[in-house]
């Protein structure tokens, strides 16, 4: 796993000043991907949680309300990666925190009419969703779903009178996403943990079947390294180490040791394994390998190092956020100056593309637009099905909040096709709205977001990414000669080798995420990637010796006295 590229991302290369020069490419920007595994509980899961708020209010003859029934029902996009434990926790969070943009929106909205004043707040309140969703690494959808429907809100007419019973509409149907995030667990309490080890087998099959070497084995084993690590990050995330967690590790642990020895690995067996965990079996029994490699049982320690708080991780994203601000008021400015009714079309346009850098920013500011101009065109289709009653209306909704889910792991922009037109429905909710004009509005204002926001991007450049990456590596390599040290005399103190332990573990997942942030960054000194490789492979080294040392690690024999072969 070290031995990979911090990031899959290429970084630029150096220009003759030591900078790395910004590219920007079209091609493959727009390329599918496979779906992914489980693309169908998004979007079932947003689907169930819509309809029954929705229908009640059309059966009421109030479904100028769903607004804010939406805002609760789209908090069942998040979490499905997560297993039960953490997603109750994290869905809960989500349900506050877009009750909380919802009310301060609607406070805004009922205060004044200024629309320049509400654009202000729109994206003061868009680059705090951001840094608060990066922070705390909430996961896809992250803030955009949290901007549109805060953004949205302040535009609508209110009253102060009128803001408890609108977010109580919202607060009950925030009850019911969390209700059906939660359901599938009834049904295989397992079952995100099981997903993320699967994945991390299939992966690493996918390496192996390279031998390590061929045309594509580095991004083979980059996606496959980003696998493991995620199914680390699942297993920790579960709680108390049950016997079902406990053969769950000794799964990725042989999917660690396929990353390592690649050509001695059989894929099929790791791909038999990755098949009877997606089913309702048993976990299947694997004995623990006894000839674990150094750097893998480092990059085992590594995944259990206590995190930093999340706030801790605020300062490094004020670039991002600060990028968000300025982007998301400007666009919105502009939008304004073009005489555009729904400026927080162009907001949340602009909120949408920032990324952890300028490269992957520019990738969904492409994929952005194009989702949108052809999903306004999609809209044209659909638009005289869905006016011919109420019920088509929310019947098409549901049938894009599908769709959107569906495809959206594909591409970006092929799930923004849905998106679109399902946010411009959304609007008639409350009246139907001459189609040519909401079409002209949301194209204008997805171009005029696009391009100030990507503009805001490369004016706000994140140029300490790389004293940030430097004092990274400086602590892990602090980190690792005190634990040398320490290794080196003949009884170290338990408790001090420990803390070095965890010391170390803690500065290599810092360096990973520094790391990744900083790769694809505009016109940056170049990246030292292959010191951070090597630094990274001699810290699992010295964290195997710790763990070695403190009785951490029992190699597994067999019932003959002989020690297992280490090859999956």
């Not at 819509?50 to 003859?61: D, E, F, Q, S, W």
């Not at 509400?118 to 922070?135: E, I």
């Not at 968000?324 to 008021?329: E, F, Q, R």
Request: aromatic share 4%; charged share 15%; proline share 7%.
């Amino acid at each position: 796993m070290s031995s990979a590229p911090p990031s899959p991302h290429r970084t630029p290369a150096p220009t003759p000043t030591g900078r790395s020069a910004p590219r920007l490419p079209l091609t493959g920007v727009l390329r599918l991907g496979r779906p992914s595994d489980i693309w169908f509980k998004p979007a079932l899961s947003v689907v169930v949680s819509v309809a029954p708020p929705n229908l009640t209010l059309l059966a009421l003859g109030r479904l100028d309300l769903a607004m804010y029934t939406m805002a609760g029902s789209l908090c069942a996009l998040y979490a499905h990666n997560r297993p039960y434990a953490a997603r109750a926790r994290v869905l809960a969070w989500v349900v506050a925190g877009m009750l909380g943009g919802l009310g301060l929106s609607l406070v805004a909205a009922s205060l004044t009419t200024d629309a320049a004043v509400l654009v202000t707040v729109g994206a003061l309140m868009a680059a705090a969703q951001k840094a608060l969703c990066d922070a705390t690494r909430l996961g896809p959808p992250g803030n955009v779903v949290l901007t549109f429907i805060s953004s949205a809100s302040l535009f609508v007419p209110q009253t102060l009178g009128q803001v408890p019973g609108h977010l109580a509409l919202a607060a009950g149907a925030g009850i019911w996403a969390w209700l059906v995030g939660m359901a599938p667990g009834l049904l295989r309490p397992h079952g995100p943990e099981r997903r993320a080890t699967a994945q991390a087998l299939n992966a690493a099959a996918a390496y192996a079947a390279t031998g390590g070497d061929g045309e594509g084995h580095a991004r083979t084993r980059a996606a496959a390294a980003a696998a493991v690590q995620a199914a680390w990050q699942t297993l920790l995330a579960c709680g108390a180490r049950t016997e079902t967690r406990r053969a769950l590790e000794r799964l990725v642990v042989r999917a660690e040791v396929a990353l390592a020895a690649p050509a001695d690995t059989d894929p099929d067996r790791l791909r038999t394994w990755a098949r009877l965990l997606c089913g309702r079996g048993p976990v299947p029994a694997v004995d623990e390998t006894a000839a674990a490699t150094d750097e893998l049982l480092g990059v085992a320690a590594e995944s259990a190092a206590p995190h930093r708080p999340w706030w801790s991780r605020l300062g490094p994203l004020a670039p991002i956020a600060l990028r968000t601000a300025l982007g998301c008021a400007l666009a919105g400015y502009a939008s304004l100056a073009l005489g555009i009714g729904r400026p927080y079309w162009a907001l949340v346009t602009a909120a949408a593309l920032y990324q952890a850098n300028l490269a992957l920013t520019w990738n969904r500011s492409v994929q952005r637009v194009v989702g949108n101009l052809v999903g306004v065109l999609v809209f044209a289709v659909i638009a005289p099905l869905a006016h011919t009653s109420g019920v088509a209306l929310v019947l098409c909704c549901l049938a894009l909040n599908f769709g959107a889910e569906a495809l959206i792991g594909r591409n970006y922009w092929l799930g923004t096709i849905c998106v679109t037109p399902m946010a411009l429905l959304i609007t008639e909710f409350a009246r139907q709205q001459a189609t040519g004009e909401l079409i002209t509005e949301r194209a204008v204002d997805t171009v005029v977001g696009a391009l100030v926001g990507f503009a805001a991007a490369v004016a706000v450049t994140n140029r300490r990414a790389g004293d940030r990456i430097e004092d990274a590596l400086s602590a892990v390599e602090r980190a690792r000669e005190r634990a040398a040290r320490l290794l080196a005399e003949e009884r170290p103190e338990p408790a001090a080798l420990e803390t070095a332990r965890r010391a170390l573990a803690a500065a290599l997942v810092e360096l990973r995420a520094t790391a990744d942030a900083a790769s694809g960054e505009w016109w940056q000194r170049a990246l030292p990637q292959e010191r951070v490789v090597r630094t990274e492979q001699a810290a699992h080294r010295t964290l195997a010796a710790t763990i070695r040392r403190l009785g951490l690690h029992t190699p597994a024999t067999s019932t003959d006295g002989t020690t297992e072969d280490p090859r999956p």
